[in-house]
Structure formats: C-alpha cells, structure tokens
C-alpha cells in the first residue's frame, strides 16, 4: 500500500490527523497512545464529521480546557497557552511514555526534532534550549503523536506527497507579525528540499508541524504516471479560505 499526500490547500498536524482517521486508521490505537501520556488534565480532543464545500470530511480538534479553545494551526503564533514549558528531552520523555509501538515512537520524535531544529535557528537559540511552547507545545504533542500512530497502523510501503501550497501575507502572533510562510516553515523546507509554491491566498496554510510531517516522511520520489486510488480521506483544515482540507489517498 502506498500514500498520497495532496497538499494543494496546505498541510497542518490536525489535518494530516483527520485524514489518516478518515482513511480508517485505528481510533482505537490513537486512543490508547493518547490515553498512555497522562496528559488528561492538559488536552482533551475531539473527532467529528464536517462538511466542507459540501465534501465530508475528518476533523480533528485538541481542546485546551482550561481555554475551552480548540486549536487552529500549531505554529510559533498560536496563542500562548500556561502550560509547562517543555523541552525536547521533555518531549521525547511523554513520547516514551505512549502505548505505541516504537517505530511510532521513533517517527514522533523524529517529527519534533525537526520543528525543534527549526525553531533553534529561527531563535537563534541551542536545540536543548527551544522551548516547546514556542510551537504551542501541547497542541503540537496531541498533533504529532497521533500522526505516527496512525501512520504506523496503515504502514505504507511509500509516501508521495504533492507540492506543498502556501499562502502569502503576514500572520499575528506575540512577538508581532510574521511573514508567510512562517520562518520556522522556511527553515523546514530549505533544510528537507520541499518543493513548495506560493499562491495568492491570504494567510498561513503550511503550519511548521504540517511541513515537519512532510519532511520526516519526504523522499523526494515523484507521483508515478498512472495509478489506481482504492481509497481516499478527507482530513478538515480551520482556516477560513478557499477548499481548507488535505486529502490523502490510498493508491496502487
């Protein structure tokens, strides 16, 4: 089994979520990891039907309690929620603690190292110092985690992924406005080679967990020719523009 990644509308981590939710990956399985880090007073999360320009898709929500918030994006502008500040070793640590199998554990690392390398020189800071709420930490942990979870359940022979579409202007966070694309997701794509293109939407569509996904996964290897899709997902996007879902299929 192969998977294609159409990142026409952007990628983010709660879209590549939804979709793989969509394309039946185990719940059960997602549930379980999630369950395992005793994060329960930190997040709860919700998966839903939505319609999207009348396509039904998988959303995937993590709610902040305290903040009743549900999340839009994780990126270096999310609001800044007060939780602990967590490094990568303390990252890798709650990743340790899920019930999952290892080489799920292996890819949800290897995702947040390359946010965390991002950010280092984004910021300008050592890797060990990049503090995870820099990139809306407990979001990006729920986001990340059940990605490799998920992917590890469909375990695809190959990943292709489509030319990562983005948006252009600026976003708001606190340290003031940012260009699009975000640095952070500049970083990711000038280290892993991905090929990306700007359009004339208004605003953020890659998020750094959504290119961070592309690059641990990226090969470089293009969409054969001609094949056969047995199956596709719709995974939701919060943005407000045009078509804000991922969809990814099955192909052969």
Same mark, same amino acid.
């Given at each position: 089994m @192969? &998977?294609?990644?159409e ?7 709660d879209?590549?979520?939804a979709?793989l &939710? %969509?394309?039946? *990956?185990?719940?059960? /399985?997602? %549930? ?9 007073n930190?997040?709860?999360? #919700? ?13 995937f929500?993590v709610?902040?309690?305290? $903040?009743?918030h549900?999340? $839009? ?7 800044? $929620?007060?939780?602990?500040h967590?490094?990568l070793d ?7 603690r899920a %019930?999952t199998t290892e080489s799920? /554990? ?6 947040f ?9 984004v910021?300008?800071?050592?890797? #060990?110092?990049? $503090?995870?709420h820099?990139?809306?930490?407990? %979001?990006?942990? +729920?986001?990340?985690?059940?990605? +490799?979870?998920?992917?590890?359940d &469909? ?6 992924f489509s030319?990562?579409?983005?948006g ?8 003031g ?16 080679k ?15 967990? !959504? *290119?961070a996904i592309?690059?641990?996964l ?5 969409l ?9 997902g719709?995974?939701? !996007?919060?943005?407000?523009?045009? @078509?804000?879902?991922?969809r990814?299929?099955?192909i #052969?």
């Open positions: @192969n &998977l294609y990644f990142c026409k509308s952007g990628i983010s981590g879209m590549s979520v979709a &939710l %969509d394309l039946g *990956a185990s719940r059960e /399985k997602l %549930d379980k990891a999630l369950q395992s880090m005793n994060l329960q930190e997040f709860t999360y #919700k998966i839903s039907e939505v319609n999207i320009n009348a396509i039904r898709a998988t959303d929500d709610i902040l309690p305290e $903040h009743h549900e999340h $839009h994006h994780n990126h270096d502008c999310t609001e800044h $929620h007060h939780h602990e967590r490094n303390d990252v890798n640590e709650i990743i340790d %019930d799920a /554990k292996t890819l949800a690392k290897k995702i190292q390359i946010v965390a390398q991002a950010e280092s020189k910021h300008g800071k050592d890797i #060990k110092d990049v $503090h995870f820099e990139v809306g930490a407990i %979001d990006s942990i +729920a986001d990340i985690v059940s990605f +490799a979870v998920l992917f590890d &469909l375990n695809p022979e190959k990943v292709y030319t990562l579409t983005e252009q202007g600026f976003v708001t966070c606190q340290h406005k940012l260009p699009v694309p975000v640095p952070a997701v500049c970083e990711i794509a000038s280290a892993y991905l090929p990306l293109k700007i359009t004339d939407n208004d605003g953020e569509m890659v998020t750094p967990t !959504g *290119a592309v690059a641990a990226y090969t470089g290897e293009k054969p020719e001609e094949f056969v899709i047995e199956k596709i719709y995974g939701a !996007g919060k943005r407000k523009y045009e @078509n804000p879902f991922l990814v299929m099955i #052969k």
